[in-house]
């Protein structure tokens, strides 16, 4: 069975405007002490038993602000299993040929590249400041390593005219990477974009933008495999993938969450009270809960929706497929979400509750 591990790195050069993770930019001085606590995480949740993980996620925060090797020797510890997928998330100011060699060499498997767009007026409305020429040199160095390559996309921000997200999007599919992942702006509480409501997404417009990417990367040959995410045939993420159909995963780090046996639980939210954890040897947990089988049955359901498998037709609720004509279809014994149905997904997926 598949079985993954997320890896939380909350350290950060700079804090996006519209970011509401657990980062920090006054933090690196504990950055050797932080890899080493999760280094040490690992080892106890081994001796405990733990599956072969099939694949491992490296998130942020920013992974590419610590030095490739100590990362490694976190990965390291993983009972990783032959042909595991393993994903670092990469700002390309800081990605060079010389790091994406190292993390190929150390059992990294693909990149994913923090690209938002390729226009510099919708990444300052963004609050980014890496270069686009950055993007592109980021990419090289990942494929000279031989590595895989995802670009994450955002679209929405503030004055972005349609076509400027048609510009970024064509720039995209010119790097032919791998995996596109393509995300609509959303407001988070505490954020400089949440104080600030003449920046807020506009949805008429994000519709829209969302039809263009859907239309361009299909006819570029990227299938669409969920909502925010296309790949070429045979390169969706399989990490991603497990989130979606309700797999199992460690979590390691501060602020990480996990999920096993219907039980989802999260860390502590900061590096410092992670690190004094872990160094007492305390667990870091700060919280969890236990689904019993019809919540873990809906939840399966409203995750299952979003991807291009859908649901079984057994499983909707009467007068579903009425109810919402227009928004899912069914195809031979599956119920899955129209061009339409998937910029109204989350509506979508209440009602299979």
Known sequence: MPFGAYLHVPFCRRRCDYCAFATWTDRHHLAERYLAACRTQIEREAAAGLPEITSAFVGGGTPTQVAPALLLEVLDALPLAEGAEVTVECNPDDLTAEMAAAYAAGGVTRLSIGVQSMVPEVLAALGRD?????????????????????????????GETLEQWGRTVDAAIELAPDHVSAYALTVEAGTPLAADAVRHPDDDVQADEYQLATERLGAAGYDW???????????ECRHNLLYWTGGEYLAIGCAAH????????????????????????????AGAEELDADARRVEGLQLAIRTRGGVPAREVPDGFLA????LVEQVDDRVVLTPEGRLLANEVAIRLG
């Open 130 to 158: 890496h270069d686009p020429g950055n993007v592109r040199r980021a990419v090289r160095a990942a494929r000279s390593a031989g590595l895989a390559v995802n670009v994450d996309l955002v679209y929405g921000a503030a």
């Open 225 to 235: 495999y969920e909502i925010s995410n296309w790949a070429r045939p045979g390169h």
């Open 258 to 285: 996990g999920h096993r046996g219907g039980r989802r639980w999260w860390n502590l939210r900061t590096p410092e009270r992670y690190v004094a954890a872990i160094e007492d040897g305390r667990s870091p947990e």
């Open 323 to 326: 109810e919402l004509d227009g």
